[in-house]
């Protein structure tokens, strides 16, 4: 839960900037002031959608909140295969941040490998937005709203983020994706 201690200061240091409490960012966030403060505390896991909608509401670039570092490119960026910034924020997901150079971006592009789990192991998260993920790799059990959805390599999947979703590869593998959260 490193990964954790390491952006809570910057989510306190933004909202501090701007001059919000606790329970005003948690309004605006549409969250509990009592998450605001789990999340900044950096002993809980911090959901990227969360960071995101924070990203967003104040003006700070997703990479700056989860690396520390800015990004400085505005025309474009070439990430090579071997390049992906890792994103530490879930022990059971791989994420790799596909766009992490460009400053100004509208939407956060990942490679996202996730393990097999049962059915009972899959944790559902919700965020603004809306999420697309197009299937490289093995197949993967998406849940929106309790309903199963089975997308195998080839496959795209459209969604409204605000709907509870939960992802697990099948079959005993990994499955590896492209996720762009709009």
């Given at each position: 839960?490193?990964?954790y201690?390491?952006i809570?200061p910057?989510?306190?240091?933004?909202?501090e900037?701007i001059g919000?409490?606790?329970e005003?960012?948690?309004?605006l966030l549409?969250?509990?002031?009592e998450?605001v403060t789990?999340y900044?505390?950096?002993?809980e896991?911090i959901?990227?959608?969360?960071?995101?909608?924070?990203s967003?509401l104040?003006r700070?670039?997703?990479?700056?909140?989860i690396?520390?570092r800015?990004?400085h490119?505005?025309s474009?960026?070439?990430?090579?295969?071997?390049?992906?910034f890792?994103?530490d924020?879930r022990?059971?997901?791989?994420?790799k941040?596909?766009?992490?150079?460009?400053a100004?971006?509208?939407m956060?592009p990942?490679?996202?490998?996730v393990p097999?789990?049962?059915?009972?192991d899959m944790?559902?998260?919700?965020?603004r937005?809306?999420?697309?993920?197009y299937?490289?790799e093995?197949?993967l059990?998406v849940?929106?709203?309790g309903?199963?959805l089975i997308?195998?390599a080839?496959?795209s999947?459209?969604?409204n983020?605000?709907t509870p979703h939960?992802?697990?590869g099948?079959?005993g593998?990994?499955?590896k994706?492209?996720?762009v959260?709009?």
């Open positions: 839960m490193e990964q201690k390491d809570a910057r989510l306190i240091g933004v909202r900037g919000w409490t606790v005003e960012m948690a309004d549409g969250v509990s002031a998450k789990q900044e505390s950096g002993t896991e959901p990227v959608g969360y960071l995101l909608d924070v967003r104040c700070v670039d997703l990479t700056t909140l690396s520390g800015e990004p490119l505005k474009y960026s070439l990430v090579r295969k071997s390049e992906g890792s994103v924020r022990k059971d997901y791989d994420y941040s596909l766009g992490y150079k460009f100004g971006r509208e956060e990942f490679l996202i490998t097999p789990k049962s059915g009972d944790a559902e998260t919700s965020h937005g809306q999420e697309f993920i299937v490289l093995g197949r059990e849940r929106l709203a309903e199963p997308v195998e080839g496959d999947l459209y969604f983020s605000e939960a992802l697990r099948l079959d593998k990994d499955v994706f492209l996720d959260i709009l």
